[in-house]
């Protein structure tokens, strides 16, 4: 079946921006997510966008929606070293009476001063 | 303080043994989930559940056993039928309504290493 994709690394320099790339599978989500997971921990929710918006903004983080092609995007302004870490997209999906996270297989974000 | 816990943190194991790893949450959430992390891999469900007394195999669930005899509470064994077992596994609990944002909370992962 499809999956939720997502690059797999992304390296910046210290004060560029950042952008996060998924294509997700369900038209009809409702919510879509990030997660941030540092190393050795487990995730945190970082944002999510509900699916009639096509952009959210919170501090530094802007989250792009693209329906027509299944696509979102989060954007980290002025990356700093503390936002090297994996990110997660994630879509929740009915299958067969349940309803479950599908989530990408993340991207590692390292950024260099 | 609200929120999921892991333990142990560490975990070592004799290849040919059983061990389980312990997951509690005190958020009152139906769903648990427990999930597999492998380098490069992302996140692979292993089990869930979405009741108590009740769970589904996830998309790897073959070497490993859940119970769900409470709600607070979703214990993973990881069984010698596991051929693969060293990795991090990380559990974690959700809310199950449909139309809402369903943000789930994670434990903050046990390591588990097969000697």
Not at chain 1, 89 to 94: K, T
Not at chain 2, 36 to 49: F, K, T
Not at chain 2, 64 to 87: C, D, G, H, I, M
Request: charged share 20%; net charge negative.
């Amino acid at each position: 079946g499809e999956d939720v994709e997502q690059s797999l690394f992304l390296s910046v320099r210290e004060g560029d921006s950042s952008v996060i790339n998924c294509t997700y599978t369900d038209s009809s989500s409702t919510y879509l997510y990030w997660y941030k997971q540092e190393p050795g921990a487990g995730l945190q929710l970082l944002t999510y966008i509900f699916s009639n918006m096509d952009m959210k903004q919170d501090q530094r983080l802007t989250v792009l929606l693209n329906k027509k092609d299944k696509h979102l995007s989060l954007r980290i302004a002025d990356t700093q070293t503390g936002d090297s870490a994996i990110y997660f997209c994630a879509e929740w999906l009915g299958t067969g009476g349940s309803y479950i996270p599908t989530f990408g297989r993340g991207t590692s974000l390292i950024v260099h001063p | 303080d609200g929120g999921i816990t892991q333990s142990p943190k560490y975990l070592f194991r004799k290849e040919g043994q059983n061990v389980t790893l312990s997951c509690e949450q005190n958020l009152n959430h139906d769903a648990m989930y427990w999930y597999r992390q492998d380098p490069g891999q992302g996140l692979r469900l292993i089990y869930y559940s979405q009741i108590v007394n009740d769970f589904q195999k996830g998309d790897i669930a073959e070497g490993y056993s859940v119970s769900r005899e409470k709600k607070e509470s979703f214990p993973l064994t990881v069984t010698s039928a596991q051929k693969n077992p060293t990795a991090f596994y990380l559990c974690a609990s959700s809310t199950q309504d449909r139309g809402v944002i369903n943000e789930q909370f994670f434990g903050p992962g046990t390591r588990l290493t097969v000697l």
